[in-house]
Nanobody
Framework: QVQLVESGGGLVQAGGSLRLSCAAS????????LGWFRQAPGKEREFVAA????????GYADSVKGRFAISRDNAMNTVYLQMNSLKPEDTAVYYC?????????????????WGQGTQVTVSL
């Protein structure tokens, strides 16, 4: 079992920045690829970013390329999502996820463990 707890969400004005953190525990963390997903009201959960077990590969949704950056610190069992130039359409509940595999995947069905989510609201 891998436990994931997100933090860092909140209310921010358009153009601002937030850094989300996801603290993980469990014996398999270091071998897991990690991802961030988000879900806006009335919409399906969508892929945002992912990082391989070693941190050597990353992937991003087109909607966040150039604005968001994912990173991980295996020594601290933590994955981060730096979000810059935020837009109102970024408003959503953000979830971190882990999969029992080391490669980057973009579908939520490929992930095995999920956090509770943290709300990000971007105002005009």
């Amino acid at each position: 079992q891998v436990q994931l707890v997100e933090s860092g969400g909140g209310l921010v004005q358009a153009g601002g920045s937030l850094r989300l953190s996801c603290a993980a525990s469990g014996r398999s963390f270091s071998s897991c690829a990690l991802g961030w997903f988000r879900q806006a009201p009335g919409k399906e959960r969508e892929f945002v970013a992912a990082i391989s077990w070693s941190g050597g590969r990353t992937g991003y949704a087109d909607s966040v390329k150039g604005r968001f950056a994912i990173s991980r610190d295996n020594a601290m069992n933590t994955v981060y999502l730096q979000m810059n130039s935020l837009k109102p359409e970024d408003t959503a509940v953000y979830y971190c996820a882990a999969r029992l595999g080391g490669l980057v995947k973009t579908s939520e069905a490929d992930y095995d463990y999920w956090g509770q989510g943290t709300q990000v609201t971007v105002s005009l």
